[in-house]
């Protein structure tokens, strides 16, 4: 019994941004665990296990723009065709937040706002709506939506120095309504037997980002565990929601940050 937990070989899962620097890793970790995957993004990453997995069905790639309704229900149409049920939707998809000098407090445009939040909030809640009638019609299902510690504290501007990689205000606001929006849908989904759970993951640099020293150091330091993640990383939290390991949990906002909101 414990030992089938979170096992994922009954589940069919769409995630978005499957393809992205955490979503591949996810993509990889579902596949291992032995779910039904559909990646929904605009770009496709492969390698020989993707192109196993696709090859015996249990993997596919559906071209799909979170900020257009239509592309989203287009996407659940044909993933619902191709593994004929959904029972796990991972919202990792984000878009929008914008760097440099527009990005900050003082000079973001009305535009820049409302793109970063909506590519943050707005994906979630866009692709959470579509979704529910196909979780419904499966009996139910895991819910995942990837919020974020900047939803829990302010970063510290001090530790950004010249990374470019200041972390603007609308990334924030949205990835904080993401919280929200997880326990407003775990109270009003649970009727349908739908949880809805987020993660919010912590430092995790990709590789560019990561090339700055400095700015490493500085993240480094910020952690109680003395260090940035590694995407796979990420995979034990992501893994335990979409399986039966989660199935007393709703609502929740698990931190995935080596420590760094907990001091």
Same mark, same amino acid.
């Given at each position: 019994?414990?030992?089938?937990?979170?096992?994922?070989? *009954?589940?069919?899962?769409?995630?978005? &941004?499957?393809?992205?620097?955490?979503?591949?890793? !996810?993509?990889?970790?579902? !596949? #291992?665990?032995?779910?039904? +995957?559909?990646? #929904?993004?605009?770009?496709?990453?492969?390698? %020989?296990? !993707?192109?196993?997995?696709?090859?015996?069905?249990?993997?596919?790639?559906? +071209?799909?723009?979170?900020?257009?309704?239509?592309?989203?229900?287009?996407?659940?149409?044909?993933?619902? #065709?191709?593994?004929?049920?959904?029972?796990?939707?991972?919202?990792?998809?984000?878009?929008?937040?914008?760097?440099?000098?527009? #990005?900050?407090?003082?000079?973001?445009?009305?535009?820049?706002?409302? /793109?970063?939040?909506?590519?943050?909030? &707005?994906?979630?809640?866009?692709?959470?709506?579509?979704?529910?009638?196909?979780?419904?019609?499966?009996?139910?299902?895991?819910?995942?939506?990837?919020?974020?510690?900047?939803?829990? +504290?302010? $970063?510290?501007? %001090?530790?950004?120095?010249? %990374?470019?990689?200041?972390?603007?205000?609308?990334?924030?606001?949205?990835?904080? &309504?993401?919280?929200?929006?997880?326990?407003?849908?775990?109270?009003?989904?649970?009727?349908?037997?739908?949880?809805?759970?987020?993660?919010?993951?912590?430092?995790? $640099?990709?590789?560019?980002?990561? *090339?700055?020293?400095?700015?490493?150091?500085? !993240?480094?330091?910020?952690?109680?565990?003395?260090?940035?993640? /590694? $995407?796979?990383?990420?995979?034990?939290? +992501?893994?335990?929601?979409?399986?039966?390991?989660?199935?007393?949990?709703?609502?929740?906002?698990?931190?995935?940050?080596?420590?760094?909101?907990?001091?």
């Amino acid at each position: 019994m414990y030992t089938d937990l979170f096992s994922l070989q *009954q589940k069919s899962v769409v995630i978005t &941004g499957g393809s992205g620097y955490l979503g591949s890793a !996810l993509t990889e970790a579902l !596949l #291992a665990f032995g779910a039904d +995957v559909t990646v #929904a993004d605009l770009n496709f990453r492969t390698h %020989s296990t !993707l192109e196993a997995a696709m090859e015996e069905g249990r993997l596919r790639n559906i +071209v799909c723009d979170v900020s257009d309704t239509a592309s989203i229900q287009n996407m659940l149409r044909e993933h619902s #065709a191709a593994s004929g049920r959904l029972n796990v939707l991972v919202n990792c998809a984000t878009y929008g937040a914008g760097y440099g000098k527009g #990005a900050e407090l003082e000079f973001m445009t009305d535009e820049v706002w409302h /793109k970063g939040v909506d590519g943050t909030a &707005g994906t979630t809640f866009r692709c959470i709506r579509e979704a529910i009638p196909y979780l419904r019609e499966s009996g139910g299902g895991s819910i995942i939506n990837f919020a974020s510690m900047y939803g829990i +504290v302010s $970063p510290d501007p %001090s530790i950004y120095g010249d %990374s470019g990689a200041n972390n603007p205000p609308n990334y924030g606001t949205g990835k904080a &309504g993401v919280v929200q929006l997880t326990r407003y849908c775990a109270a009003h989904l649970a009727k349908y037997r739908i949880r809805c759970n987020s993660v919010s993951p912590g430092p995790f $640099p990709n590789a560019v980002i990561g *090339q700055n020293d400095a700015f490493l150091e500085q !993240l480094q330091a910020k952690t109680m565990l003395g260090r940035v993640g /590694k $995407p796979e990383e990420m995979t034990g939290a +992501v893994i335990m929601l979409a399986s039966d390991a989660s199935s007393y949990m709703t609502g929740s906002n698990l931190m995935v940050d080596g420590g760094w909101t907990a001091w």
